[in-house]
């Protein structure tokens, strides 16, 4: 078993992780990988228990282990989330319906990659052994074989609709995390973060400008556009935690992860909806941007929507109900027929595959 | 006279959320109370770069403003008349620059 004494172990080990799920380094031209620091909000910790006080430069300079152990944690999933990426997307550069697009994919994997990069060098720099362990873990889970941290993270990305759509709506979870980081009370972690948002932005970009690109184009039935916001939004809402949570709870208390608006809010963070209070902001998000896209849905059709947040949910209280996509309760059997309708299947993915078969599903954009 | 460079003012949540349509509109006034009839400016619908938004983008031209706040107008427009490029917003990472030019050269958004 590989030893990771050094960052330069690690990264030994982050190349050969590169061959293992076969992306080809040469595709990255002379992508380089660093780690980036971005700066702070305030030097002081923003709020929480230790509000005012200087912000911790080094892991013994927090207070004790249980926040220590919550903010090593945090890092370990926002670093899977990252290589879990790549490994759902590696796939698509193949099929890419551009070149442009064949660039814009190969910066996201570049860039989902880099991030993954500054996620294990806080890992291994500041950690100690059991953060030179997970360092290590984070290159060993692979999201084909299901054993990633999130439910997202495993699902497949199977065509570019999927990318698209995933791009659009998973990756916006994603800034909504690195936002709610960047307040961190842990300094390297916050420097590192805000670096990372600046990148994360190019990410959504390719997701909205992309859909926004299938619609003009008038090929894919939206219908079928519609069965992959079902998958992507449903499980996204899942990435923001259960409600009621208390390790949310526990992480504003101790300030290592903040409010998405806590730059902004006036009013005392209520502890016990912190999870609930960031999915409201994405839902709210998420539906400015299927309105703009519902301008290109052509009149007398069915506009694009939101899953009902009681739909398809894999954590918090609504796990293993039977909600429809509109939230209404359905028997078992009803959600399982429900189930294969309103999500993509494999008769779906077929009529997919024939229209994306030529290169005009999706509006062309030629280089010069 | 033909438009010869158009403002382009990102007007996506990010942006609008750091006051980019106040901005757009006070841009526009400034430019015809200068008299650049040959300017436009027109939303645009992101550029991927929200976290350093508002952004403005001037095409055919290609200067892309970042962080642009309402006092930095008149340095802005100052440029279109003719006068020097407004430097300390030129802030975006280049590569990042190129594919949005790109993207803006092929006329599908």
Redesign the interface.
Known sequence: MIKISTFDDWIDYFHQWQKDIGYDAALLNDYKFETKLGELHSPEIEFGDFKGQPKWQRVSQIPNQSIRDALMNLIVYQGDTEFASVEQQKNLLDTAPTE?DR??LT?VNSEEMRHGWQMCYLLVNYFGDSGKLEARKLLERRAFRGDRLLGSFNAPVNNWLDFFTYTEFVDRDGKYQLTMLSHSSFAPLAESVTAM??E???H???G??GL??VLRAKKIPVPIVQKYFNKWLSTAYDLFGTDHSSSAHWAYTWGIKGRYDEHTATLPADKDKLNDLAREHYMN?SQ??ID?LNQLVPDGETKLKAPHLRFNRSIGEHVGKTYSVTGELLSAADYQKHLYDALPNAEDEKILADIIKDKDWV?????? | MPVTQTCLVCQNIDCKSRGAEQLAAELQQKIAAKGLTDVDVKPYMCFGACQEGPNVVVYPEKNWYAHVKSEDLDDIVAHLAGGPHVQRLDTIDSSLKELIYQLLDTGVF
């Open positions: 442009y660039k814009a910066r948002l600046k994360e932005h190019f959504m970009f390719t909205h400008t926004t690109r998000e400015q941007l703009q509006a062309q954009i030629q280089l010069n």
